[in-house]
């Protein structure tokens, strides 16, 4: 199905510079010279299937052939298939995929079986290393390398925020009973005990016509709200020693009988919400407060609501009304994410480079973040401080200045080898803590699952992964 893009092909590249000439060259004037002499040739990247892909097939994709004369061709992979899509193609050698999208996550494991091109050699030869210092610091030092070399770029600002209803959290009268009854001022929350008192008092106040808050509850989803929460209550994945898994002690089950008791607060049937149930929610003006990705707070404002791709979000009954906040104890999750690599057996290799180079470059991705169709988000310091993009909407200067912090502040997913095991663990966990299962015996179910993947893993093999991702800044909280 074709949709059309945001203001036309011609309009958003004149509302971005995108084709622009400029002075001095760049990385995305100097990938697109670069790149004529493969002209009349085709390469293929895999692309999450939905809104995302609607980027290089309506716009970048199409782009790039008119600069260069190179055919892209889009794999669209649902989320959860990629990684096994991406590891199939290597194992057999065909070479199907030139480009990726690699989730930072499974780097580790990629770039230790061969699938991913290393990509230093290209970024010297085509002066891309200045640029990558525009990326954003969490993103760049946390999610660009692996064992020293680098092996995809930073392409999506991914964090979690937390949006909240000015228009109730800043009412009188509702100021002045929380303050009487708590003793505080009616604010964003600050840890997950205020969280619950705000997000209880409003539902006693409001309730059916506004709860106090609700949340996406089905997989795959609260797996990373538990990785920040556990961690932000000092909880430990592993014992660093021996690798036997520790999120079945005391701090996991707090966290899990935390998430569990919110539920009472939140509008009935919450446990089965998805992504679009929790959005809708929020935009119709049914729940106070939620917890989300960046696109969140561009679709409440109302931004792109004409598009035809759109059509699925419901009309933003609170434009004009959300704010953005850091998440409760101020260490958000920096969830998901995407790098662009190279396929190790790809038989295009510098083309498919220099595509990367320029999606990634920062006159081509500010273009692209800005696409309201697509689910990319700001992950450059010039698109935190872009005017073009602070002006789209009232508020959305403090989004972005909110999207900067939170980024600086974030928590790295979890990331070992076979981490999408891990990850599935944690998804049927909660699955079942939904289902009121024992908390307790779902942890320890829980955490013998994850001995179970490290034992096949090997033990050494996962220490050492463990301890490398441990060591960065943002995998616990100082």
């Known amino acids: 199905m074709k949709f059309r893009t945001f203001l036309g092909a011609a309009a958003v590249l004149a509302f971005t510079g995108a084709t622009a000439p400029a002075a001095d ?5 100097t990938a697109v010279e670069a790149a004529k002499k493969y002209a009349g040739t085709a390469i293929s990247i895999v692309w999450e ?9 309506n716009y970048s994709g199409p782009q790039w052939e008119k600069l260069t004369g190179i055919k892209v061709k889009v794999v669209e992979v649902p989320t959860d298939q990629m990684f096994t899509k991406i590891m199939q193609d290597f194992k057999s050698g065909a070479g199907a995929y030139d480009a990726l999208n690699v989730i930072p996550s499974w780097m580790p494991d990629l770039a230790r079986a061969g699938a991913l091109e290393p990509l230093d050699k290209y970024v010297d030869k085509f002066g891309y290393r200045d640029e990558l210092q525009d990326i954003a610091a969490a993103y760049r030092d946390n999610q660009m ?18 949006y909240y209803r000015k228009d109730i959290f800043e009412d009188p009268k509702m100021k002045e009973a929380f303050k009487a009854k708590f003793g505080y001022e009616l604010a964003p929350p600050k840890d997950w005990k205020q969280f619950d008192e705000i997000g209880q008092f409003i539902t006693d106040k409001m309730a059916p016509k506004v709860y106090g808050a609700g ?19 000092g909880g430990k994945f592993f014992n660093a ?26 509008p009935p049937g919450v446990e089965q919400w998805n992504f679009v149930d929790n959005l809708a929610a929020f935009l119709q003006g049914t729940t106070a407060m939620t917890i989300s990705w960046p696109p969140y707070g561009r679709w409440a404002a109302g931004y792109g609501s004409g598009e035809e791709a759109l059509k699925w979000v419901p ?12 998440t409760p104890l101020g260490r958000p999750e920096l969830g998901v994410g995407f790098d662009l690599s190279v396929s190790a057996t790809s038989k295009n290799k510098e083309a498919a480079y220099l595509f990367i180079q320029w999606l990634n470059s920062k006159k081509t991705s500010l273009a692209r973040v800005q696409l309201p169709y697509t689910l990319r988000d700001p992950f450059r310091l010039s698109h935190y401080a872009s005017e073009k ?23 790295l997913d979890l990331s070992l080898l076979q981490q999408d095991k891990y990850d599935e663990a944690m998804t049927k966990a909660i699955s079942s803590l939904w289902a009121g299962e024992d908390p307790k015996a779902i942890l320890d179910r829980m955490a013998q699952q994850f001995d179970a993947i490290t034992d096949k893993v090997g033990i050494d093999n996962q220490k050492a992964v463990y301890k490398v991702w441990a060591a960065k800044p943002g995998a616990y909280p100082q």
Not at 248 to 256: C, I, M, R, T
Not at 390 to 404: G, N
């Open 25 to 29: 060259k760049d990385a995305a004037d």
């Open 49 to 57: 299937a939905g809104l995302q892909s609607l980027d290089p097939l």
């Open 145 to 162: 390398q692996y064992d020293g070399k680098i092996f995809g770029f930073p392409d999506d600002g991914d964090v979690m925020l937390l």
């Open 215 to 233: 949340f996406f509850r089905t997989a795959p989803y609260p797996q990373y709200m538990f990785q920040e929460r556990f961690r932000m209550e």
């Open 241 to 266: 020693d021996t690798m036997k898994a520790t999120v079945n002690g005391d701090v996991g089950l707090k966290v899990f009988k935390q998430m569990l008791a919110e539920n009472k607060f939140m």
């Open 315 to 326: 009309k933003s009954q609170v434009a004009g009304k959300v704010g953005y906040a850091l």
């Open 389 to 411: 993009y602070r002006a789209l909407w009232p508020d959305a200067p403090a989004y972005l200045d909110t999207i900067k912090t939170s980024g600086e502040k974030g928590l």
